[in-house]
Nanobody, 119 residues
């Protein structure tokens, strides 16, 4: 099993930047991919933000944040970051870090970190 802890959220004005971090503990060697999701207030659903696959180094960025957000991190042994630039009020959400492990049926989730963007 793995455990995930996010940090770096906060209040920022529109146009500003934040960097979120996700630290993994436990069996980090079993993690092959990590991702960020977010849930906006009142949405009730999780929106995909970004994903990174460690073996290939490939990344995928969600359409809503493409060109503004960057995901980085080479393995679950090191922190994974989500650099968020040119933030918009629509980016206000709880941001969750997830990890997929070999042989696992579902992803592990962190507790989330709140990001609030004021206009």
């Amino acid at each position: 099993q793995v455990q995930l802890v996010e940090s770096g959220g906060g209040l920022v004005q529109a146009g500003g930047s934040l960097r979120l971090s996700c630290v993994v503990s436990g069996r980090t060697e079993t993690v092959y991919s990590m991702a960020w999701f977010r849930q906006a207030p009142g949405s009730g659903r999780d929106q995909f933000v970004a994903r990174r696959w460690f073996e290939s180094g490939e990344t995928t960025i969600g359409d809503a944040v493409k060109g503004r957000f960057t995901i980085s991190g080479d393995s679950a042994k090191d922190p994974m970051y989500l650099q968020m630039d040119r933030l918009e009020p629509e980016d206000t959400a709880v941001y969750y870090c997830t990890a997929n492990v070999y042989g696992g049926q579902s992803a592990y989730w962190g507790q989330g970190t709140q990001v609030t963007v004021s206009s």
